[in-house]
């Protein structure tokens, strides 16, 4: 039988020498690409660096604004060009380019009982700072209504920095015609307010319109002041134990104004809750029960300021409630239970309570009531069976059908930024259009803006939201004790 024709098998030798050339060759190939790209990157580094040199050399200036847009104006000119609102060509601005926020300073600015964290140095060119003159005349002659209009519309924080220029701005904040015109005036905007006592006391105001932090003083304070309960209307409420006795005390922080309520009926440590009134007649502060299961729950306690009392409203149904999971919306007190599985809804104003079947979303496994403006109301929380499949999401009340309907999600690298553990505890609060999202141990923070559909990060150090009570703020100077 005949073989069929094959051919000679190469010896072992042969190949590992084979396979040794080969590799060889592989190393060396690699390494010239190595080199050729590391060439290529010093190359384009040189290119960059040559470009940078020959903007800064040439003069020119950058004037900054308070929201960070910078505008660009050649120092030959005398007075800076502003562009126009009418149609048509809009004329291009010579000068060098902005500079980037690296290259932007920062300086530490002293304690001055109202302080700004940081703050960025803002250059101005030397032809506008000589050539701008005020006539003494005019200006030291200005009529003090004139001044009380134009301070009344300074942000609340940075008037603190006007009052040591005379005597005149440093009891500006006593003055009723300056009160009368700052009410007028349109809120500064929403602010957070952090506070905390250990290990030490700090507490400071972060305001979004400015994109700043600034520390207020709280020395005017008791000592036994720990516990931050919320704020409405440009008021700020505290509570804490002096000795043995539970105590409550609402304050203006900007006016420095403070006053201790009167002891409840069942004076105790419970869940607060400061209203203030539309009409700017006054404030209530409502008492809620922290006691959970079947236990005997104590009444609803509501003072009012314009008759300095407490007085005692009906108590709530047996139902196991859910601690500190409530929330005011439209002159309504809304508690969530766990049975029955709802809300339980307290209408301060007749003074009854009603129940609302609403069933929580499936696999939610901590959530927040949050109210809303236009009387909305929010239910925050993670839904999720296991850690990695976790997500953050927001539901609204539809007070028609009383159920919760999914509004937005978080987005999953804004979840994992903000919580890194599938435990790690957070808070929600909210105020208007803005719900605020904090990490206990992360310190962070997170804006969602319900109307502009946007998330955004806080700004600020994060030791201003570690382990801190937070709470949206108003300042305002004529809200009154």
């Known amino acids: 039988m005949s073989r069929g024709f094959s051919l000679p098998r190469p010896d072992s030798g042969i190949r590992r020498t084979f396979c040794f050339f080969l590799f060889l060759f592989s190393i060396f190939f690699n390494r010239k690409i190595r080199q050729v790209q590391s060439s290529e990157e010093r190359r384009r580094g040189r290119e960059r660096e040559r470009q940078r040199d020959c903007l800064h050399s040439k003069e020119g200036s950058v004037i900054e604004s308070m929201h960070g847009f910078k505008e660009t104006f050649p120092s030959s000119l005398k007075s800076p060009i502003f562009l126009s609102d009418k149609e048509g060509p809009v004329p291009r601005l010579l000068g060098p380019r902005t500079t980037s926020p690296s290259r932007q300073k920062t300086i530490k600015t002293k304690p001055r009982g109202l302080d700004e964290e940081t703050k960025v140095l803002t250059t101005f060119p030397k032809s506008l700072t000589s050539e701008i003159q005020l006539d003494e005349s005019v200006w030291a002659h200005l009529p003090d209504d004139l001044q009380t209009e134009i301070l009344a519309r300074v942000p609340p924080f940075l008037l603190f920095r006007l009052r040591p220029v005379c005597k005149r701005w440093n009891s500006i904040l006593n003055d009723s015609g300056f009160i009368t015109a700052h009410s007028r005036v349109p809120v500064h905007g929403p602010c957070l307010l952090t506070f905390w006592r250990n290990p030490s006391s700090q507490l400071s105001i972060l305001s979004i319109p400015l994109r700043t932090w600034f520390k207020m003083p709280f020395g005017f304070l008791p000592e036994w002041v720990f516990w931050l309960v919320g704020s409405s209307g440009g008021l700020v409420c505290f509570t804490g134990f002096d000795g043995s006795t539970f105590k409550t005390l ?211 150090p994060a030791v201003q939201l570690c382990n801190s009570q937070v709470c949206f703020y108003e300042p305002r100077f004529d809200t009154v004790v």
């Open 250 to 460: 609402i304050c203006n922080l900007l006016t420095q104004t403070w006053r201790i309520l009167p002891r409840m009926h069942h004076n105790q440590q419970r869940q607060l809750i400061l209203v203030k009134s539309n009409n700017g007649t006054g404030y209530k502060v409502i008492a809620a029960s922290e006691i959970c299961g079947d236990s005997k729950t104590v009444p609803i306690e509501v003072y009012d300021s314009r008759t300095d009392t407490w007085s005692l409203h009906d108590t709530m149904p047996a139902v196991s409630l859910c601690s500190s999971k409530m929330a005011f919306c439209d002159s309504r007190l809304y508690l969530e239970t766990l049975n029955p599985i709802g809300l339980m809804v307290y209408q301060v104003d007749t003074g009854k309570w009603d129940y609302i079947p609403a069933k929580f979303p499936r696999s939610l496994l901590d959530g927040y009531l949050v109210s809303g403006a236009k009387g909305r109301l929010f239910l925050v929380g993670r839904v999720g069976i296991y850690s990695t499949l976790q997500s953050m999401r927001i539901w609204e009340l539809d007070h028609g059908k009383r159920v919760w309907t999914e509004i937005t999600r978080m987005p999953p690298r804004h979840f994992r930024s903000l919580l890194r553990l599938s435990a790690e505890r957070f808070e929600c609060f909210g105020q208007g259009n803005l719900i605020c999202f904090t990490s206990w141990n992360q310190g962070k923070g997170l804006l969602y803006d319900v109307e502009k559909k946007t998330w955004s990060w806080i700004m600020g």
